[in-house]
């Protein structure tokens, strides 16, 4: 069990290097050296989580972080993680957050004021995007 904790771990910080790539369970199973049978089902005892879905969390947690620190659009950061269509980011991002992406940077933004203050969050806002 050491011996496949410390794959995974290893794995798991290569998924996070390339987030920003396409990735597919064949390629973290080519990267492993294992079919990627056997590499899910290693994966699932040491992580308590399947490969595809850490993978997309893993994309969604960066994506949820970029729509909140940067201006990027929706549609840039839909292509930054791979997905094929801002449609198909903002369904999968709204079944996850439970509001689509806009929506989601805007109310987190306007909580940020409400909660803090709206100085520190106008000056923690990214570049051309004005804190409500």
């Keep these: 069990m050491q011996r496949e904790q410390t794959i995974i771990y290893e794995l798991t910080a290569w998924i996070e290097a390339n987030i920003h790539r396409p990735l597919k369970i064949d390629d973290v199973a080519e990267k492993a050296g294992y079919s990627k049978w056997h ?6 005892r040491v ?3 399947n490969l595809g ?5 893993s994309k969604l947690a960066r994506a949820a972080e970029d729509l909140l620190e940067t201006s990027e659009t929706v549609m840039t950061i ?4 791979g997905y094929e269509s801002q449609q198909t980011f903002t369904r999968i991002f709204a ?14 933004r306007q909580n940020c004021e409400r909660l803090i203050s709206p100085t520190f969050c106008q000056q923690q806002a990214p570049q051309n995007v004005t804190a409500r």
Excluded at 39 to 44: G, H, I, W
Excluded at 53 to 57: P, T
């Design 39 to 44: 590499l899910q089902r290693m994966f699932q």
């Design 53 to 57: 879905n850490y993978i997309r969390d």
């Design 95 to 108: 079944k996850k957050y439970r509001q689509p992406p806009a929506m989601f940077r805007k109310s987190n």
């Design 78 to 81: 839909s292509q930054k993680y």
């Design 47 to 49: 992580m308590g989580k």
